[in-house]
């Protein structure tokens, strides 16, 4: 679930406002965690069930697997395609700043699925566990790098230009857009995008019973370093946040460490998402 739709939420806090944004993503990763909870109280009730497919067959018959089974293989081939689309986009900024190579995010897309499928052969989320691990480490050395960055933007007051053209966005704080709120509703629910994967992660789990409130800890963590990393970066650029936070940044070799750690998280996201789809495709 730790992907790259992260570095979107400042973007959304600036149209919701930081409040609004408190509230979508407090309310929708809540009722995320609920949704997950109750598909793991109904693998409980099928043992030998190992996936939402299989549960879907369960409860539903034939007809309701073939619905799941759309749903699910169409929602991850997108969050994938997302995926290889945030990096691209931010290897052509880097690029394009180093080395003068730009508008090739096409390109880097084609390229980025060179790296992406070898691991996506994985067939077990245990073994795919310890490349998921890293991701996160490294997202976390990003998050606090991208904190601490947009803190120093803030302090002297470097981030939001209120001499642009309005049409770039203004600096004017928005407190709270309830109908922002209602329209970003399903970025929300992208963000904690965890149902397909987690009935599958818990029949590989040493202790399934430990599970829940395993998850419920993590997405709870998730919603409160989410509000605060918003919260700092929607501060630094207001209204001129872009819709991938990074960016906005300045190319240094400091952004450009930051930027390499989300990318490489993004990539040790991709094969969990994508597994599920090979699962019923296969």
């Not at 969050?79 to 900024?93: Q, R, T, V």
């Not at 700043?97 to 390229?111: A, D, F, P, V």
């Not at 928005?174 to 963000?191: K, S």
């Not at 370093?225 to 501060?235: D, E």
Request: charged residues 10%; glycine residues 8%; contains cysteine.
């Amino acid at each position: 679930m730790f992907g790259n739709a992260y570095l979107s939420i400042p973007n959304v806090f600036s149209l919701t406002g930081y409040v609004g944004g408190y509230v979508l993503f407090s309310v929708v990763g809540s009722l995320n965690i609920y949704t997950m909870i109750q598909n793991l109280d109904l693998a409980e009730r099928y043992p030998l069930t190992h996936s939402y497919s299989e549960i879907g067959e369960k409860i539903a018959g034939k007809c309701g697997k073939v619905i799941v089974d759309i749903s699910i293989w169409l929602m991850q081939l997108s969050c994938c395609c997302s995926y290889l689309y945030f990096i691209a986009e931010l290897m052509d900024k880097v690029i394009c700043h180093y080395t003068g190579y730009c508008g090739k995010h096409e390109m880097y897309i084609m390229l980025l699925t060179i790296p992406a499928l070898p691991v996506s052969w994985i067939e077990t989320y245990t073994f795919l566990s310890y490349f998921v691990m890293v991701g996160i480490s490294i997202a976390f050395v990003g998050l606090g790098s991208i904190m601490g960055y947009c803190s120093s933007e803030l302090r002297h007051h470097e981030g939001c230009d209120p001499s642009l053209p309005v049409d770039q966005g203004t600096c004017d704080i928005v407190v709270f857009d309830w109908q922002e709120v209602l329209g970003h509703i399903g970025f929300a629910m992208f963000v904690f995008e965890g149902n397909a994967a987690v009935v599958n992660v818990r029949a590989e789990c040493k202790k399934p019973e430990d599970y829940p409130k395993v998850l419920t800890a993590a997405v709870v963590t998730m919603i409160v370093i989410f509000n605060i990393m918003s919260t700092i970066a929607y501060f630094t650029y207001v209204g001129q946040t872009n819709s991938i936070l990074a960016l906005n940044f300045v190319i240094t070799p400091f952004t450009t460490f930051i930027i390499v750690c989300v990318c490489i998280n993004a990539l040790c996201s991709y094969p969990v998402q994508i597994l599920c789809a090979f699962d019923i495709l296969e």
